[in-house]
């Protein structure tokens, strides 16, 4: 038998509605099941992008807060530490309270993963992905 710990966690109501249902289209027998699967998840997803080494090109996209106590200006401050990486950004209002900024980023893959890990960790911010590539001449044929 597998060792567990019972823990605790605090979410929003709406959030936790959203996904009770996604369990039951899913057909879990129960939260932990579901919890288990995206904590699961969430680790092979962190352990892919540290495991990045080398050259890569890519877009870092962030979903945030507008109205969060002074995450604008701390996404560009970020932005501004790593101006070697980014070649482009792209700003756009989702709705009233929402916007989403799409990051071109080229460079060692290290700094990428700091970059996106400093944004992600931002009170306010709603959603990061990362996604990135080796650069076109170094795609093995």
């Known amino acids: 038998m597998v060792d567990m710990d019972r ?6 109501t709406k959030l936790l509605g959203e996904f ?11 939260r932990s099941e579901a919890i288990r699967d995206a904590i699961r998840d969430y680790i092979i997803k962190h352990k ?24 604008m200006e701390k996404i560009t401050e970020i932005q501004h530490e790593y101006m070697d990486l980014i070649v482009a950004t792209l700003h756009m209002h989702l709705d009233h309270d929402h916007c989403m900024e ?23 911010v709603k959603q990061v992905k990362l996604t990135v590539m080796v650069p076109g001449g170094n795609i093995p044929e």
């Open 102 to 124: 799409v990051v071109l980023v080229k460079g060692d893959a290290k700094k990428i993963r700091e970059l996106t890990d400093k944004l992600t960790s931002q009170k306010g």
């Open 48 to 71: 892919w992008i540290h495991s990045l080494e080398g050259e890569r090109a890519g877009t870092i996209t962030v979903i945030y807060d507008h109205h969060a106590s002074d995450l």
């Open 7 to 12: 823990i605790s966690i605090s979410l929003p």
């Open 20 to 30: 009770d249902e996604i369990i039951a289209d899913r057909g879990y027998a129960s």
